[in-house]
């Protein structure tokens, strides 16, 4: 099966720090290494010719440090994690295959899960598989809502739950999976009506759920994957958690 995988990496990083000489924000470093080099080293199991790394803040500081293994594509405004992923989509006309999002921010998906769950997208035949978690401590994060079938029906942020969606323990973990053909359909649907007013990938599921489309759920055990960097502390966590993984 072909697969790709796009990587947004934009951002600027601003509650890591306020300084105006910082690097891009996947550029600020875990455990020695760049936040995008931890998520490249674990999504190498495709390709590097078949990655697509969306850069904006500082790009040239992503370019220079990775070089012309990868492809670069600019989002010259950060509008949100839909629309850094729909400016892909002009490479992506002639692709039919599977493609893997996940972000240069989130350095502790393990390289097993993300496999498995392409694995599994791909025998489902699904236009659309999310990871999934359980983790108590991330109060903040988005929900997965079910329908009276216990099939999945759409994902809220955590901004715009209701206190009632607030008590769902099951957690979006932040990495999907994709049909290209029918990413690249339902994505241009998606509006900017929420808080943030921006355009969230994860409306497109739920679009694809009121189409007919199969969308799968995929479980992962450790629901310290979720676990993204936006400021400092973020960063001192997850350097633990790596370090305990890797016995230290």
Known sequence: MNRRIIIPAAGKGSRLTKSEDAPPKVMHCVGGRPLLQVVLEQTNFIPEDDTYIVVGYKKDAIINHFGDRYHYVEQTEQKGTGHAVLVCQDHFKEFDGTILVTFGDMPLFRREIMQAMCDYHESRHAACTLLTAQNPELKMWARIVRDG???????????DCTPEQAQITELFAGVLVFDSKALFQYLPLVGDHNVQH???????????????????TFPTDDGDDLRGVNTQEDLRICEEILKRRMGL
Not at 198 to 216: F, H, Q, R, S, W
């Open 198 to 216: 921006e355009y969230y990938l994860t409306e497109v599921p739920e679009l694809m759920v009121k189409a007919g489309l199969c969308v799968e």
């Open 149 to 159: 079938d216990d099939r999945f029906a759409a994902i809220v942020e955590g901004k």
